[in-house]
T-cell receptor, first 115, second 118 residues
């Protein structure tokens, strides 16, 4: 059974700092890995999707890496801003029932960027 | 706007009530999902519909009944719920390619329905 762990559970940093969020998973047989952002009381917004054959993806100030063999992914946020404050969720895609895809989520890292 | 719309945004119901949650996607996707997000727990997959056929049912109690009349609409019918069912219910959609049988595109979520069962 796939399990996804995110460390730390919460992180508070001053504005402008570069930071790394960590995600680990127990089963390396994955299709892909996604990083999401969730604002309080809202749904999830997909930030980056890394296919199982890829090592990293970049979007603006965000860079996500994937090391399938060690079961790890990191989300790097450069020059953090107060608007980056949110909960960041990692999810790994694997095989579900009937050939569909099943995403297994971590509990998330709550990030606060202080002005 | 993500292209996935959920209604209502908030719902308070008693344990004997019957209500339905609605989800609509305008992205041309062929797979839709219901997730449950409880406090202090990871998102839990409840149901998956692929090409309007239910392909996943994650041991969800029968008091939750999904319905997918077409590829753009998804419902979750609720009856005789328990207080522990209070949570944020999220709908999502994606595109599944038939040759691989799984999605290599991003999952798009609605804003969710915050459900409180009294």
């Amino acid at each position: 059974k796939q399990e996804v762990t995110q460390i730390p559970a919460a992180l508070s940093v001053p504005e402008g700092e570069n930071l790394v969020l960590n995600c680990s998973f127990t089963d390396s047989a994955i299709y892909n890995l996604q990083w999401f952002r969730q604002d309080p009381g809202k749904g999830l917004t997909s930030l980056l999707l890394i296919q199982s054959s890829q090592r990293e993806q970049t979007s603006g100030r965000l860079n996500a890496s994937l090391d399938k063999s060690s079961g790890r992914s990191t989300l790097y946020i450069a020059a953090s801003q107060p608007g980056d404050s949110a909960t960041y969720l990692c999810a790994v895609g694997g095989e579900g029932q009937g050939g569909s895809e099943k995403l297994v989520f971590g509990k998330g890292t709550k990030l606060t960027v202080n002005p | 706007e993500t292209g996935v719309t959920q209604t209502p945004r908030h719902l308070v119901m008693g344990m004997t009530n019957k209500k339905s949650l609605k989800c609509e996607q305008h992205l041309g996707h062929n797979a839709m999902y219901w997730y449950k997000q409880s406090a202090k727990k990871p998102l839990e997959l409840m149901f998956v519909y692929s090409l309007e056929e239910r392909v996943e049912n994650n041991s969800v109690p029968s008091r939750f009944s999904p319905e997918c009349p077409n590829s753009s609409h998804l419902f979750l019918h609720l009856h005789t719920l328990q207080p522990e069912d209070s949570a944020l219910y999220l709908c999502a959609s994606s595109h599944i390619t038939q040759d691989r049988g799984h999605s290599n595109e991003k999952l798009f979520f609605g804003s969710g329905t915050q459900l409180s069962v009294l």
